[in-house]
C-alpha cells in the first residue's frame, strides 16, 4: 500500500538493507546524482516488467527528486 514518508521515517527504512531504494528520473538525471543504493527505472518505464525483478516482500521506497 503507498504511503508518504518523512525524512525519519525513510532514515528508519534504510536501515533495513531489504529496503529497496527507486530512482525514477530519467537515466542521465540519475547519473548526475543519486541516494546510495538507489536503482533506476525511469517513471516512464515504470510498468510491470520494470519492477518484476524487486522482492514484493521488502520495502520499497519510490523517489524523485525536483528543484522546482
Known sequence: MPKDVD????RKLLEDERTQ???VL?????????????INIPLKSLNRE???SL???SPTVVY???DI
Do not use: T
Open 50 to 52: 520494470a519492477v518484476a
Open 26 to 38: 530519467p537515466p542521465d538525471e540519475y547519473e548526475e546524482e543519486h541516494l546510495p543504493r538507489a
Open 55 to 57: 522482492d514484493p516482500s
Open 21 to 23: 531504494l527507486i530512482e
Open 7 to 10: 525524512v525519519r521515517q525513510l
Open 64 to 66: 524523485c527528486w525536483d
